[in-house]
């Protein structure tokens, strides 16, 4: 299938108080620190330099916990590799069970920060076609309230939103039943209307990959689903193209859609994708590959908003290839990345 890649559900649930402490055990920066200092509960994450990447670095994220748990191991080697992942933000994917509360959570503490959330809005009724991400909300009165609930937790605080992956992609490629077709672009242009109502809100629809087809099969449904009422468009979530090559597919639609601008996932894309192995599973827990740039606002054209960490790194696909369940933290997988990463 041409774009299933088993982007995950959303990321784990929130962590306990212990766990929180634990993930205080991070050195500040990952060029220096004093090992004395690596214990210490004042030793925090701190966030990138916000000229060069507004972007908010979540102290709790799941390698923020697995740094300091590594170093409560004693582990100091391998909790030197996942500050790689650590120290960079990654988008939240919302739980729909607790969308507003998760929405209020994340856009207020990067608004301490002084920085902007990045948000992946993931719950679709028919979400990823029964395949390791299947689910999704109950019926089109669910989503619409799941995004009612996302709204109210962002309020006027900043965030950008990645909306649905593979949701229109799956409209084009078969994947999702003809049945489910109008009610799908109802609910992702209710969607962008909602949350471009919103202060200060940016708002991607994704739009599949340089791998999966091309933008001629994509453009008109992306306008269907309320692109030009949009930012624009995210392309490569979840999966391992290459920078070039995805600005190049980006820009090819991006002429095709009024011009509009678009973000890239470059969270593994490091080493490209994967060739080897069964063709249809090539996008799930691919070995070899390797964490791409890191998430900034400085790119190398102007139509690309941003390079951002969509897919969380060290993050399961699905159960392939010894992976755990889609969207659980798999560390072997995680320190794989790191490694290949020249970062």
């Known amino acids: 299938m041409y774009g299933s890649r088993g982007v995950g559900a959303f990321a784990g649930g929130r962590a306990s108080a212990a766990v929180l402490g634990a ?10 620190g004093d090992d004395s200092k690596e214990g210490s509960a004042s030793a925090v994450v701190t966030q990138q330099p916000k000229e060069a990447d ?3 670095v979540n102290p709790d994220g799941a390698a923020a916990r697995e740094v300091g748990e590594l170093l409560g191991d004693g582990r100091k080697a391998e909790a030197q590799q996942l500050r790689k992942i650590a120290e960079q933000p990654v988008a939240e994917w919302i739980d ?3 969308a507003e509360e998760q929405a209020r959570e994340f856009t207020e503490g990067a608004d301490k920060a002084g920085r902007r959330a990045v948000l992946v809005l993931y719950n679709i009724p028919h979400r990823d076609c029964g395949q390791y991400s299947q689910g999704g909300a109950a019926d089109g009165d669910a989503y619409r309230d799941f995004v009612d609930a996302v709204a109210e937790g962002i309020g006027d605080r900043p965030a950008t939103v990645v909306l649905e992956p593979d949701a229109v992609l799956h409209l084009v490629d078969g994947c999702t039943p003809e049945e489910f077709h109008e009610e799908r672009y109802d609910l992702l242009d209710g969607a962008v209307t909602k949350l471009k109502g919103l202060k200060n809100t940016k708002v991607y629809l994704d739009a599949g990959n340089a791998g999966w087809g091309n933008p001629d099969q994509i453009h008109e449904p992306l306008k269907r689903a309320g692109v030009e009422q949009a930012d624009g468009f995210a392309v490569n979530v979840s999966n391992f193209y290459t920078t070039e090559d995805s600005i190049a597919y980006g820009k090819e639609l991006s002429a095709k859609v009024g011009g509009k601008h678009f973000v890239v996932d470059t969270s593994r894309n490091g080493n490209g994708p994967y060739t080897g192995g069964d063709p249809d599973e090539r996008w799930c827990n691919p070995p070899g590959r390797a964490l791409g740039e890191t998430p900034t606002a400085r790119t190398s054209d102007p139509l690309v ?6 897919k969380r790194p060290g993050e399961s ?8 369940k889609a969207g659980e933290w798999w560390e072997e997988y995680a320190l794989g990345l790191a490694r290949a990463s020249t970062a």
Do not use: H, M, N, R
């Open 23 to 32: 993930a205080l055990l991070l050195a500040g920066c990952s060029s220096g």
């Open 54 to 56: 507004p972007f908010w």
């Open 96 to 98: 729909p069970q607790k």
């Open 305 to 310: 908003d941003a390079y951002l960490w969509i």
């Open 317 to 324: 696909d699905g159960e392939c290839k010894g992976g755990p």
